[in-house]
T-cell receptor
Framework: GESVGLHLPTLSVQEGDNSIINCAYS??????FIWYKQESGKGPQFIID?????DKRQGQRVTVLLNKTVKHLSLQIAATQPGDSAVYFC???????????FGPGTRLSVLP | AAGVIQSPRHLIKEKRETATLKCYPI?????VYWYQQGPGQDPQFLIS???????DKGSIPDRFSAQQFSDYHSELNMSSLELGDSALYFC????????????FGEGSRLTVL
């Protein structure tokens, strides 16, 4: 994935508000997508996934939207909590690839 | 539930030395992936194995090699270490080759001095 180095895009939201994190993926052939949450010094943690035959999938407090036309993925977090503060990555997988490609992360900061 | 186990968690080496990182996948997972993550960067895919055979190769330097053993654990061997190799190295495992969720370990932090 394209790296933004030390200057991660940052999204700051008030506790209780909804958060929307966006991701533009690179390969139109990608058919499976995962959102990961990564806290400092820890491994990426699965949040929610979606396959290309769907455009929306909901989990507990999270919703993923997929727009294949513009190769765009978004993660919506409802009622954002302090524990949601982390870096969020989208990852894509293609039918022929045997790995997941990560997009640049977004740092979510939840303000009290 | 058992997770992906990586060792060591922290490793400090000098330039030109070698290092070996180990990964124990979740039981019954047959696929292992290695990723490298520099400070503030997204994880970069290095290499993956399925049923003990290399399945895909990413941006892994020629100085690095890896393998998956009969018990499905994997080792990443890094030689002639450079300062730029300092990073977090993550291992992930899954049940299906490229079609299922990747479960990540907590990572091994390599510091090259």
């Amino acid at each position: 994935g394209e790296s933004v180095g030390l200057h991660l895009p940052t999204l700051s939201v008030q506790e209780g508000d909804n958060s929307i994190i966006n991701c533009a993926y690179s390969n139109s052939a990608s058919d499976y997508f995962i959102w990961y949450k990564q806290e400092s010094g820890k491994g990426p943690q699965f949040i929610i996934d979606i396959r290309s035959n769907m455009d929306k999938r909901q989990g507990q407090r999270v919703t993923v939207l997929l727009n294949k036309t513009v190769k765009h993925l978004s993660l919506q977090i409802a009622a954002t909590q302090p524990g949601d503060s982390a870096v969020y990555f989208c990852a894509e997988n293609t039918p022929v690839g045997q790995n997941f490609v990560f997009g640049p992360g977004t740092r979510l900061s939840v303000l009290p | 539930a058992a997770g992906v186990i990586q060792s060591p968690r922290h490793l400090i080496k000098e330039k030109r030395e070698t290092a070996t990182l180990k990964c124990y996948p979740i039981p019954r997972h047959d696929t292992v992936y290695w990723y490298q993550q520099g400070p503030g960067q997204d994880p970069q895919f290095l290499i993956s194995f399925y049923e003990k055979m290399q399945s895909d190769k990413g941006s892994i330097p020629d100085r690095f090699s890896a393998q998956q053993f009969s018990d499905y654990h994997s080792e990443l061997n890094m030689s002639s270490l450079e300062l730029g190799d300092s990073a977090l190295y993550f291992c992930a495992s899954s049940t299906h080759l490229g079609t299922g969720e990747l479960f990540f370990g907590e990572g091994s932090r390599l510091t090259v001095l």
